[in-house]
C-alpha cells in the first residue's frame, strides 16, 4: 500500500500538478500575501522575542495592504502596457521607443486611483482621449483624463459592476443632497446618483425587455418615498396599457390617474403647460429668475412636476388613421412636450422619456436638445447606439437585463436598480397610507384646469401655508403682482 502511494506521489504530472496549484496561489496576491505569514510563523520558533513577533506583524499587515491594493498597484503596470499598445508612443528614429511613464500614483479609494503621467514627445491629451474607449475596456475601468502642469492626469475607477442591484440595498447609502434626486445604479464608480432638478429631463432608451420600465419604476417610487405630496407631483403617461405605471394612480402625489391615450396625454400635457406659463409669469412679477430662487424669496414654495412618458413612440410617430381629431391631439401633444422640455427647467417641471425607438422621427430633434441625460440601455443597431449617445457602446452592451450606459457630459457604464412591481405597489400603498394619515386617500375635483377633467388631491397638507389646487402651486401671476 506505502509503495503504491509512494510510487503515485513521485509521478512527474503530480508534480507538475502541485506546481501549478503552487504558481496560481502566489500568482494571486492574497495567496501570495497568506504564504509569506505562514512561512514567517513557522520559521520562527515559538514562544519568540517582542522583535520577532513585531517583525510577524509587521509583515503580515505589509501582505494584507498589498493584497487589498494589488489592483491600484500593478495598474500602472498595466495601463502603460495597453497604452504602448494602442500606439501612444514616441518612435525616433535612433534609439529606444519612448512610452508613458508614470510619475505619480495616489489611492483614493480600494477602487479609485488618481495616476499623473509624464506624456511621450508628440503624444497629447487628444490622443489619449481618443482612445480612452479602447484603454477602459482593456482595463475594464472608467477613466477621467486631462492635462496639468504639463502632464497627463488620470482618473481610474475600478469598482466592479455588479450583475444585480437591489432596491433596498441600492438605497440605505445616504443620497446626495439635491431637490429631486433618484439612484441609477452602480457603475465602475460606486453608486451613480442624478439631481433631475438639475439636470433637467431625462430620455431612457433601449430595445424590448433591456429594463426602461423598471427603472422608470424604482426612480418614480423612490421620489413618492421620499418626497411629500406638495413637493412633487407626477404626470404618468403609459402609452403600453396603463400596466407598467398603473401603481403610480393611487398616490397622493399623482395628479390623476395614469393617462394611456394620446388624447388624454394631450390634455393631461396641455395642463401642464399652462402651469409652465403661469409659473413664468409669478416668476417674472416677483423679479427673479427661477423655482429655486424663487424658494429663496420665502414665498409657498411649488411642488416640482415630474411628467413622466412611457413609450415616446406612441405619442410622436404611431399611426392613428386619417381621424383629424386624433392626429391633432398627437400633433398638440409632441408640441407641448417640446415646450416644456424647453421651458420646464426654470419653474421645477421635469421629463423622463422612455423610447423604444430613439429615431429622429420618435424623438423629434428639438425635444432632443433639451434632454440633457441619456440612459441607453442595449439597442439592437449602433445606428441607433449613435443616436442615442453619439457612440456604438449601447449596441456593444451585454445581453443582460438592467445593464445600461449612462450619457452626461461623458459615457459610463452602469447596472440598474431592479425593483419588482409587486414590491413598487407594496411600498407605494404604504406610502400613500401615511401620506393620508392612515386613512384612505381622498381624491377631488380640481379648480385650477377643469378641461383637463381630472382631480386634485385634498389629504392632509405636511406643509401649513400651502393651499392644494392641482398642482399646489398658490401664487398666480396677479397675486403676486399685487405684492
Ligand atoms: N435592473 C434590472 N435588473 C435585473 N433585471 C431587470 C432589470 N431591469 C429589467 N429587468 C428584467 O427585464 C425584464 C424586462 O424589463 P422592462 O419591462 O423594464 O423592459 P422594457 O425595456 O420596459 O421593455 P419594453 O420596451 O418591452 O417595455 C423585467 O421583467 C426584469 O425581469
Ligand atoms: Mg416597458
Redesign the pocket.
Known amino acids: 500500500m506505502r509503495s503504491r502511494a509512494s510510487a503515485t506521489t513521485g509521478e512527474p504530472w503530480y508534480r507538475l500538478g502541485v506546481a501549478a496549484i503552487l504558481w496560481r496561489v502566489l500568482r494571486n496576491p492574497v495567496g501570495l500575501s497568506v504564504m509569506l505569514s505562514l512561512t514567517i510563523l513557522v520559521v520562527l520558533p515559538l514562544g519568540a522575542a517582542p522583535a520577532q513577533i513585531a517583525l510577524v506583524a509587521g509583515s503580515c499587515l505589509t501582505a494584507v495592504g498589498i493584497a487589498v491594493y494589488w489592483d491600484l498597484l500593478s495598474l500602472p503596470a498595466r495601463i502603460r502596457r495597453v497604452t504602448t499598445q494602442l500606439g501612444l508612443v514616441h518612435r525616433p528614429p535612433r534609439g529606444r521607443v519612448q512610452r508613458l511613464r508614470c510619475s505619480g500614483w495616489h489611492p483614493v479609494t480600494r477602487h479609485h486611483a488618481r495616476l499623473t503621467w509624464r506624456l511621450p514627445p508628440g503624444v497629447t491629451l487628444s490622443d489619449v482621449l481618443d482612445r480612452q474607449e479602447a484603454l477602459e475596456q482593456a482595463t475594464d475601468s472608467e477613466m477621467v483624463c486631462w492635462v496639468e502642469h504639463r502632464r497627463l492626469v488620470m482618473e481610474v475607477l475600478r469598482a466592479p459592476i455588479p450583475?444585480?442591484?437591489s432596491f433596498s440595498s441600492f438605497y440605505e447609502a445616504t443620497p446626495p443632497p439635491g431637490r429631486l434626486v433618484i439612484g441609477l445604479?452602480q457603475s465602475h464608480r460606486g453608486r451613480l446618483w442624478v439631481d433631475l432638478a438639475i439636470l433637467p429631463h431625462l430620455l431612457v432608451g433601449?430595445?424590448?425587455?433591456?429594463?426602461?420600465?423598471?427603472?422608470?419604476?424604482?426612480a418614480l417610487t423612490h421620489l413618492v418615498l421620499t418626497h411629500h405630496a406638495d413637493q412633487l407631483r407626477l404626470v404618468c403617461v403609459d402609452l403600453?396599457g396603463g400596466i407598467?405605471l398603473g401603481a403610480f394612480s393611487d398616490i397622493p402625489h399623482s395628479f390623476e390617474e395614469v393617462v394611456t391615450s394620446v388624447d388624454g396625454a394631450a390634455r393631461a400635457l396641455g395642463s401642464v403647460r399652462d402651469e409652465v406659463d403661469r409659473r413664468l409669469q409669478a416668476l417674472r412679477n416677483a423679479g427673479v429668475r427661477d423655482i429655486d430662487a424663487w424658494d429663496e424669496t420665502g414665498r409657498p414654495p411649488w411642488p416640482r412636476i415630474l411628467v413622466v412618458v412611457?413609450?415616446l413612440a406612441e405619442l410622436t410617430v404611431r399611426e392613428l388613421g386619417a381621424a383629424p381629431a386624433a392626429v391633432a391631439a398627437q400633433k398638440a401633444a409632441t408640441g407641448r412636450l417640446a415646450e416644456i422640455a424647453r421651458l420646464g427647467r426654470a419653474v421645477g417641471i421635469h421629463l423622463i422619456l422612455?423610447t423604444?425607438r430613439p429615431d429622429a422621427e420618435a424623438v423629434p430633434g428639438q425635444l432632443k436638445a433639451n434632454l440633457a441625460g441619456t440612459v441607453a440601455?442595449r439597442v439592437r443597431s449602433e445606428v441607433n447606439s449613435h443616436i442615442l449617445l453619439e457612440s456604438d457602446r449601447a449596441a456593444l452592451l451585454p445581453h443582460?437585463?438592467?445593464?445600461?450606459i449612462w450619457a452626461h457630459e461623458r459615457l459610463e457604464e452602469f447596472?440598474?436598480?431592479?425593483?419588482?412591481?409587486d414590491e413598487a405597489q407594496r411600498l407605494l400603498a404604504v406610502r400613500a397610507q401615511e401620506l393620508s394619515g392612515g386613512g384612505p386617500v381622498v381624491v377631488t375635483p380640481g379648480p385650477l384646469d377643469t378641461s383637463l377633467n381630472s382631480g386634485s388631491i385634498s389629504g392632509r397638507s405636511e406643509f401649513p401655508g400651502i393651499e392644494s389646487t392641482p398642482w399646489g402651486s398658490p401664487d398666480t401671476g396677479e397675486t403676486e403682482g399685487a405684492r
Open positions: 450583475d444585480h442591484v445604479g433601449g430595445m424590448t425587455g433591456g429594463g426602461k420600465s423598471v427603472f422608470l419604476t424604482q403600453k407598467e412611457d413609450e422612455c423604444q440601455f443582460h437585463p438592467g445593464r445600461a447596472q440598474a436598480i431592479h425593483l419588482i412591481a
